[in-house]
């Protein structure tokens, strides 16, 4: 098991508890986070001494995203006395850098996300809490080496197509998570394709930019999404909300359609990426208008 504080001599208590693990549960989530659990909590027993004696406990772990871009991540860890059901203990378990950081993105003008903060000061276009992220290809081809996006004071005015891609990553990322409950392309906050910053080992889901010289075209391909800067007279940089959720639902596509390429199953992928890139589109300006399916 575990050891936390110390040995502890002569326990005086029942072992048998009188509330269940899912009760726990239940009054964990109402004292904490409520219905916006991430996912599913998990309980188990353990016995604690606290200054009014010894408790029988259901240890109730918890994972919530933020409720907007201005909260917080929180994971409560929350002791339910198994007896009389009154919380004994909460406490957060989140040691993160995620931060909230503002900039200029291309097309959505001025807009809030998130970055990850490293203790030199430097702050990463890397949301850990979405699992999504930015990267630089310099007019690379897919596969090549990327650059990590960097700002010194989380105000980022310099590079709008990357705040862009950035912020349409997450927009996207809550699209469907608020709309079908899905964490991430593949549901479980994947495909990671380049390692975060943080050193924790996690992958993230990538958007590269700056994708060969002009390109007028974004793709996905799997694990990772690519954007050209576009030729500068018929496209600029393909990184809008609609082509970003585009590229990301053919993610989705390849992982539940099971289209095999064949007849018309391309122009069916196509169609399936157009609907959801508006879609997502419409789900942040609140409801349908001229421009949506254009």
Known sequence: RELTDALVRDLRVDTTPALDAAAAIERALAATVGDRATTPPTAELAVVRRKDGDHLVWRVAIESLPADDVGAWTKPLVLIDAHSGQVVHVADRVVDATVNATGTARYAGSVGFKTWSQPNGQFYLEDNIRKVAVYDLR????????????????????????????????????????????????????????????????????????????ANNAKWIDPFMVFGDGDGTTFGPLVSLDIVAHEWTHGVTSREAGLDGLNETPSLNEHISDVFGASAETWLAGGVNANTWL
Request: charge should be negative.
């Open 139 to 214: 007019n690379g081809e897919a596969g090549d080496p990327v650059v990590r996006q960097v700002d010194s004071d989380n105000v980022w005015t310099g590079n709008s197509t990357a705040v862009q891609a950035h912020w349409a990553l997450e927009q996207t990322w809550d699209y469907y998570r608020a709309v079908f409950g899905r964490n991430g392309i593949d549901g479980n906050n994947g495909p990671g394709y380049v390692a975060s910053v943080s050193g924790d080992g996690s992958r993230l889901v990538s958007a590269l930019i700056h994708w060969e010289p002009g």
